[in-house]
T-cell receptor
């Protein structure tokens, strides 16, 4: 699976959009981009995933660049409860039990 | 529907002791996983299973054993606890690969709440 690079930390004002970047320059054609978050010491929570089209669900939007070498997770109206570590993960589905490889993620701090 | 249930939530072990971390899921997921997370670090895969009777090593399997006799349960065994095994352990499950007609995949992992283990 391709490696990802994320900034170690970001701050965001409550009510504003939080834009979390992720670089995955070695991504291959059959690899998906997944985002998870971990609030405090809880188990990680699935947010969203995509292949090449932009995706939106009730939690967030995922923007993937045309060359697929980077992506941005957007939390449209961040709240204090969105303070968490956000993990960007790239993986394929060619077998191997659908394993996810976690990096160190981005610590997002949402402040008043 | 409880999702993924891990027990115990906390445990202190002495060096050389053994214990089993329990994990159960009620979503009929084929795939199950054990991760560990050290302070300030991301999760590292210990073992995983793609179905009952089938297990395989992940990134950091040394010092651990697993079994998968049923779809629901995936216990993790520590035989001789060492201080290096002090960590938070997460169990997770996911459905098996199943494409949709749109070409996207609709699953994500479901994680348990974790077991915080200290070896002294």
């Amino acid at each position: 699976d391709a490696k990802t690079t994320q900034p170690p930390s970001m701050d965001c004002a409550e009510g504003r959009a939080a834009n979390l970047p992720c670089n995955h320059s070695t991504i291959s054609g059959n690899e998906y981009v997944y985002w998870y978050r971990q609030i405090h010491s809880q188990g990680p929570q699935y947010i969203i995933h995509g292949l090449k089209n932009n995706e939106t669900n009730e939690m967030a939007s995922l923007i993937i660049t045309e060359d697929r070498k980077s992506s941005t997770l957007i939390l449209p109206h961040a709240t204090l409860r969105d303070t968490a570590v956000y993990y960007c993960i790239v993986r394929s589905f060619t077998g191997g039990g659908n394993k996810l490889t976690f990096g160190t993620g981005t610590q997002l701090k949402v402040e008043l | 529907n409880a999702g993924v249930t891990q027990t115990p939530k906390f445990r202190i072990l002495k060096i050389g002791q053994s214990m089993t971390l329990q994990c159960a899921q009620d979503m009929n997921h084929n795939y199950m996983y054990w991760y560990r997370q050290d302070p300030g670090m991301g999760l590292k895969l210990i073992y995983y299973s793609v179905g009952a009777g089938i297990t395989d090593k992940g990134e950091v399997p040394n010092g651990y054993n697993v079994s998968r006799s049923t779809t629901e349960d995936f216990p993790l065994r520590l035989e001789l606890a060492a201080p290096s095994q002090t960590s938070v352990y997460f169990c997770a499950s996911s459905p098996s690969y199943k494409p949709r007609s749109s070409g996207t995949f609709t699953y994500g992992y479901t994680f348990g709440s974790g077991t915080r283990l200290t070896v002294v």
